[in-house]
C-alpha cells in the first residue's frame, strides 16, 4: 500500500483495516486485532455498535444536513442531557476536539470583557488548531508553526502554586486536563483540581477543563472532573461522544454562556443530524451501570498488569478505561505497540515511554486476560533483547 498522496501527518502502521465487529478489528488479510486504542479513545462502544448503527441508519434516511439556522430537537435534546449530566447550563456543538478548545477559548475571552490571558499546562495536549496549539504546553508541536496566538502561558502540571503565581490582572481562565492522555496519562490530583476550582472563584477566573479524551465515560464518570467533586465554568468534549463520527461539545455555565449573541461563533457542520443521532444514543447507553463497570474494568486491568511483576515497567496509572504504562529507560513503548500488532493486540503510545491504553466499554474479562497474556509475552521478549 502506498500512501504517497497522503500528506506525510501519521507514521502509519503497514496494516490496512477492512472492517470491525465490536471490541475487534479486522485487517485486509481476514487477521483479527484485540482493539485496545479505539481511534485513540474514539469508539469506545466498539464497533458496529447495534444500537449506534441503528439510530444512524435511521437518520441516514431522513437527512443528512441541516444549517444550523433551523430549529432541532435532537440536538435540543442531546444539550439537555449535556447538561443535565454537566451541571452547566449551554452547550454549542462542533466537529471536533480542537473546535470545542477554540469555543472554549473564545467564550472564555467574550465573557472577560477584554481580559483575555489564559494559563494552560506543560505536557497538556488541546489540539493542532491554532488556539489550541497556543494552549498545548508541549513545544515539540509548535516547531515551525510560529507565531502564535498570544495570550497563554504554560505552568508545571499538578503544581497549584505555579498557577498561582502566573496570574495577573489579564487572566480570564485556567485550561486544564484531568488528566494529561497525550503528555502521559499524568493524573491531576483531587488536591490540586480542587486548588484549582477555589483559585478561579476567589480570583474571578474561569476554570475550563478539557474532557476531550477523559469525558463521555473513559474514566468511570461521565465527565472525569466529577472524580474530584468540582464544577467547572467550561467544559470541552469530543472524542466519544458520537461513537466515531465527528463531534465535538462546549458547555458552559449561565453567566458565561449570556455573553453569546447570534452571530458571535458557529460552525457550518457543527451538530450534524447523523453525529448528534449516534451521541444520543451514546448518551443513553452510559448509565450508572456501565460507567461502574468502567471503573471495576479499569482497576482490574490495571491489577493484572501490577500482577505481572515486569522489572521493565516503571509505573502503572490511570482512572476507569485510560490506563498508561510507563517503561523504564532503554524499553521503547512504540516498539513495544508495533510487537502487540503482531499479536493481534492494538494499543496506542504517549511519547516514548508510555504505552497508552484505551479499552471500548463493551470489554469481557476474557477480553483482559488476552490483552494480559499478549502484553506479558511482547514486553518479557523485549526486555530480554535489552539485557
Ligand atoms: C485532551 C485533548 N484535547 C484536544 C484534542 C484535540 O482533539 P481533535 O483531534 O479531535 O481535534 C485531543 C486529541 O487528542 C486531546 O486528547
Not at 27 to 46: E, N, P, R, W
Request: aromatic letters at 8%; a neutral charge; one cysteine or more.
Amino acid at each position: 500500500m502506498n500512501y504517497s498522496k497522503l500528506l506525510n501527518t501519521y507514521s502509519r502502521y503497514s496494516i490496512e483495516i477492512a472492517k470491525g465487529e465490536g471490541a475487534y478489528l479486522y485487517d485486509t488479510a481476514g487477521k483479527k486485532y484485540l482493539d485496545f486504542l479505539c481511534g485513540i479513545a474514539v469508539t469506545s462502544f466498539g464497533h458496529n455498535h447495534p444500537e449506534i448503527s441503528v439510530a444512524v441508519k435511521q437518520q441516514v434516511e431522513i437527512f443528512w444536513h441541516v444549517s444550523n439556522l433551523f430549529a432541532s430537537s435532537p440536538q435540543e435534546n442531546l444539550a439537555q442531557k449535556l447538561s443535565n449530566l454537566s451541571g452547566l447550563e449551554y452547550v454549542f456543538f462542533s466537529n471536533s476536539g480542537t473546535e470545542s478548545i477554540e469555543a472554549a477559548i473564545k467564550l472564555a475571552r467574550k465573557w472577560g470583557q477584554g481580559r483575555n490571558e489564559i494559563i494552560s499546562t506543560l505536557g497538556g495536549f488541546h489540539g493542532r488548531t491554532y488556539g489550541s496549539l497556543s494552549a498545548t504546553g508541549q513545544y515539540k508541536f509548535w516547531e515551525g508553526f510560529e507565531p502564535f496566538v498570544p495570550g497563554f502561558t504554560h505552568v508545571p502540571y499538578n503544581d497549584l502554586d505555579a498557577v498561582k503565581n502566573s496570574i495577573n490582572k489579564n487572566t480570564v481562565a485556567v485550561l486544564i486536563e484531568t488528566i494529561q492522555g497525550e503528555g502521559g496519562v499524568n493524573l491531576g490530583s483531587t488536591e490540586y483540581l480542587k486548588g484549582l476550582r477555589s483559585l478561579c472563584t476567589e480570583n474571578n477566573i474561569l476554570l475550563i477543563i478539557d474532557e476531550v479524551q477523559t469525558g463521555i465515560g473513559r474514566t468511570g464518570k461521565f465527565y472525569s472532573y466529577q472524580h474530584h467533586g468540582i464544577i467547572p465554568d467550561i467544559v470541552a468534549s469530543a472524542k466519544g461522544i458520537a461513537n466515531g463520527l465527528p463531534l465535538g461539545a462546549t458547555l458552559c455555565s449561565k453567566a458565561v454562556g449570556d455573553y453569546i449573541k447570534p452571530g458571535n461563533h458557529g460552525s457550518t457542520f457543527g451538530g450534524n443530524p447523523i453525529a448528534i443521532a449516534a451521541a444520543n444514543k451514546v448518551v443513553d447507553l452510559l448509565d450508572e451501570k456501565l460507567l461502574s463497570k468502567i471503573e471495576q474494568y479499569g482497576n482490574s486491568l490495571m491489577n493484572s498488569i501490577k500482577e505481572l511483576s515486569l522489572p521493565s515497567i516503571k509505573e502503572i496509572r490511570g482512572k476507569g478505561l485510560i490506563i498508561g504504562v510507563e517503561f523504564v529507560q532503554g524499553i521503547s513503548c512504540k516498539e513495544i505497540a508495533k510487537k502487540l500488532i503482531e499479536e493481534g493486540v492494538l494499543v496506542g503510545t504517549s511519547g516514548e515511554s508510555v504505552l497508552r491504553i484505551l479499552p471500548p466499554f463493551i470489554i469481557t474479562e476474557l477480553e483482559i486476560k488476552k490483552f494480559i497474556s499478549a502484553l506479558e509475552k511482547v514486553v518479557t521478549e523485549i526486555s530480554k533483547k535489552k539485557v
